[in-house]
């Protein structure tokens, strides 16, 4: 590995390419991405070692002394320390396209025959309950200005918290999974993006901590953003693709529309990176 770096870390967004990142990685280890799965799943340290390189996951402690080759985890940047010489990467994605893969994601798992069977799918199953629970109504991002403000948000506060939803006529909440999903889905998972790099949800605040990063991939460069990564690590990372779910049906129009309102934040976020990067597209 470059002589720059002693460890590689991923701020990992959901539904964003992240899994088939982790999966490059854990090749080097000698392992492909099934394997890496039951290996950290089943260490108590959620870490493991092939071909004499250390990978870790989830495990706060680890990614603080920074004895590892690699690691990520889902939590938000603002609450991970890393040692120096960490070279970070993160991959962001099209606002809208993260959020219906992620339905569908949810969807697919509500679906698997392999429920009971399978722990992944059981854990997304698990994680599908809101789905199942009554309308949130829409946030007033204006609430989440401090940190504090955010600490309160607890699962308890947040629908005491929210602002009457009005809906033009066509969007009222029917009995479409996607409009039920949307009602239900909380700002940080809606917002996953912007929330993984800023706890009150500013786009200014994100795109600064992004652009901070070592490394900040696109989905829909993956590929290519893949090889820069490789070339700036001096490492024989090949592309892998992991955890993929298709949409069944469009999404009706009017869903889309109130989808891509709500995102607002973080497709400004997404602006202000790509500028920062000098990119255009």
Same mark, same amino acid.
């Given at each position: ?226 090889? +820069?990564? /490789? &070339?700036?690590? *001096?490492?024989? !990372?090949?592309?892998? %693709? $992991? @955890?993929?779910?298709? +949409?069944? /049906? &469009?999404?009706? *129009?009017?869903? !889309?529309?109130?989808? %891509? $309102? @709500? ?15 000098? %990119?255009?597209?």
């Amino acid at each position: 590995m470059n002589p720059d770096y002693e460890r590689v870390y991923h701020y990992h967004v959901r539904k964003s390419a992240g899994s088939s990142l982790n999966a490059a990685f854990w090749a080097l280890g000698g392992v492909d991405f099934a394997t890496a799965e039951v290996r950290l799943r089943e260490s108590p340290q959620s870490e493991f070692v092939g071909n004499g390189l250390r990978f870790v996951r989830n495990n706060p402690a680890l990614l603080a002394r920074g004895d590892y080759f690699f690691a990520t985890t889902h939590r938000p940047a603002y609450h991970v320390e890393l040692p120096p010489r960490t070279f970070t990467i993160t991959i962001l994605r099209d606002p809208a396209s993260r959020v219906l893969s992620y339905y569908h994601y949810m969807m697919w798992a509500r679906s698997s025959a392999e429920g009971g069977r399978d722990p992944f799918v059981d854990q997304v199953r698990s994680e599908s309950d809101f789905m199942d629970r009554h309308p949130i109504r829409r946030i007033s991002l204006h609430t989440l200005r401090t940190d504090s403000a955010v600490r309160e948000l607890g699962a308890g506060q947040l629908a005491r918290r929210m602002l009457p939803l009005r809906l033009r006529p066509e969007r009222r909440i029917a009995d479409r999974s996607f409009a039920r999903f949307l009602a239900r889905v909380s700002p940080r998972a809606l917002l996953a993006q912007l929330y993984m790099f800023s706890p009150r949800f500013d786009p200014a605040e994100a795109a600064e901590r992004v652009l901070g990063c070592s490394a900040v991939c696109f989905t829909e460069t993956y590929a290519e953003d893949l090889k +820069a990564v /490789a &070339a700036a690590l *001096e490492l024989p !990372l090949a592309e892998k %693709r $992991e @955890r993929r779910f298709t +949409a069944k /049906a &469009a999404t009706p *129009e009017a869903d !889309l529309e109130l989808l %891509r $309102e @709500r995102l607002a934040r973080e497709y400004r976020m997404i602006e202000l990176v790509k500028q920062g990067l000098g %990119r255009t597209a």
